[in-house]
């Protein structure tokens, strides 16, 4: 074998630029090139001795999505028939509003995951003493669970974003213990025309900064989750009532690969959009228009290690679709990423189940209510999927199941509430709904048999008196 001659370049001529451009392909229907802007290094497709990009997002951004809905909303209203839908301008203006303010919160997380082990913010807020204790009183927060670093500082960021926007008077937090209060007419911004009943700050938005964050030092996607709520009456405004009224938003950021704003506002008609952050130009692009759920999937998204305390059509129903004796016939994989955004969003884009049910340690799920749960089963139903709580034994009596009922029909008791949940591709989860009602089927001839029985037992009884 002939080795090979040696390189006459000199060891400084391997920091040259040119040398960090990589070499895939020798085709010449490939060329990478680098930006002269940027820097970033990206495949271009020469055609027609024409170099093309070889693929490019929608030129739409936020902003302009946004002012589109409003603009939709005003043509509806001019119409002869009026707005059909009931949308208001004014409200679609400042929920539009809230979600900027959001975007730009989302944005300021967004950049310190990426930079947290750089900047020296990975970790736990407070080292955990060698007694098994934290370090004082803080680092835990409301859920008694230990705060990352970037759980506070995530929080923080968020807050201000929220803030700064003039249209949200309290903020749910799942790392305070108490809702934040911004205001009430004192909060709104300053010129603004409206009438003093209509500047009020009407909304109250719930939101995990960081959900998924214990992963986030190992470099696992995490994200943040919100729901906007609307205040329904003026009387609820006295500082008196700390739950949310109607939910009017949703959405979640995803921090993996590329940071995902996916949300919707304003009405039935405008579906679940999906935007990518431009990181050249700092601009959500609009790069997944009007998401919908596939009806069928091939994935079950659950923490397994609970799976002896499911209940036992839960139990049943995993072990069908797995062992490929489910309706379907066809065997289905476990993907779970331990963040329920990342979990979500691959559901919404390739179909299957999410669900954290109740569990005997968990008898209430471990999802809170007002923004994992309701903001993220607000968007399923709205991609075209299911959103049921789970967990719990079927009511023979009333034939009532706990599989049954929507998440967003449940009425929040406190602003930390739990529930047990299930969600995703619409046939999907309609399979789990029968499990449950056979399971009470199943329960309710069982207790008719025992009532005969006892009654057979009864009638002996009598006759050997005799």
């Known amino acids: 074998m002939t080795p090979h001659p040696p390189t006459s370049r000199s060891s400084s001529s391997f920091s040259s630029s040119t040398h960090l451009l990589p070499r895939r392909s020798t085709s010449p229907k490939h060329r990478w090139i680098r930006d002269g802007t940027t820097g970033v290094i990206r495949p271009k497709l020469i055609k027609n001795n024409q170099v093309k990009a070889s693929a490019s997002a929608s030129t739409t951004t936020l902003p302009e999505y946004l002012t589109g809905v409003i603009n939709s909303s005003r043509s509806k209203s001019e119409e002869k028939d009026g707005n059909p839908s009931g949308e208001n301008e004014e409200d679609l203006r400042d929920v539009a509003e809230i979600i900027m303010s959001i975007r730009e919160g989302c944005s300021a997380i967004s950049t310190m995951v990426k930079r947290s082990t750089l900047d020296g ?268 709580v789970s967990g719990g034994c079927c009511d023979s009596q009333s034939g009532q199941c706990p599989v049954n009922n929507r998440i967003l029909d449940i009425e929040p008791t406190s602003i930390h509430e739990r529930t047990p949940c299930v969600m995703g591709s619409y046939d999907d989860v309609s399979e789990i709904q029968r499990y449950y009602r056979k399971d009470s089927l199943d329960l309710a001839s069982a207790e008719r048999l025992s009532e005969r029985l006892d009654e057979y037992l009864s009638e002996l009884e009598a006759f050997m008196a005799e």
Request: glycine share 14%; hydrophobic share 30%.
């Open 121 to 388: 913010h990975g970790g736990y807020l407070y080292e955990e003493e060698e007694d098994g204790g934290d370090d004082g009183d803080g680092g835990v927060n409301v859920q008694g669970e230990r705060q990352k670093k970037l759980d506070v500082m995530g929080n923080d960021a968020f807050k201000d974003a929220l803030a700064r926007c003039g249209k949200v008077w309290k903020a749910i937090s799942e790392e305070d213990e108490k809702e934040i209060v911004f205001g009430n007419n004192a909060s709104r911004k300053a010129g603004s025309s409206r009438s003093s009943a209509g500047s009020c700050a009407r909304y109250v938005v719930a939101f995990d900064p960081l959900d998924g964050s214990s992963n986030v030092d190992c470099g696992i996607p995490v994200g943040t989750i919100f729901g906007v709520y609307k205040v329904e009456h003026e009387d609820e405004m006295d500082g008196s009532v700390a739950l949310p009224g109607e939910l009017v938003a949703a959405g979640y950021c995803f921090y993996s690969s590329a940071t995902s704003f996916v949300f919707s506002f304003g009405g039935e008609s405008n579906g679940v959009q999906g935007f990518t952050l431009d990181e050249a130009t700092d601009e959500f692009r609009l790069t997944h228009p009007n998401m919908k759920i596939p009806t069928r999937g091939s994935v079950v998204s659950f923490n397994e290690a609970n799976r002896d305390g499911w209940d036992r059509p839960m139990r049943e129903y995993v072990s069908a679709v797995q062992s490929g004796t489910g309706e379907t016939k066809k065997r289905y994989s476990s993907r779970y990423v331990g963040s329920m955004v990342g979990d979500i969003h691959r559901t919404l884009l390739n179909g299957g189940v999410f669900g954290y049910p109740a569990d005997d340690r968990n008898p209430y799920g471990k999802l809170r209510l007002l923004y994992e749960a309701a903001p993220m089963g607000w968007l399923v139903e709205k991609a075209g999927g299911k959103a049921l």
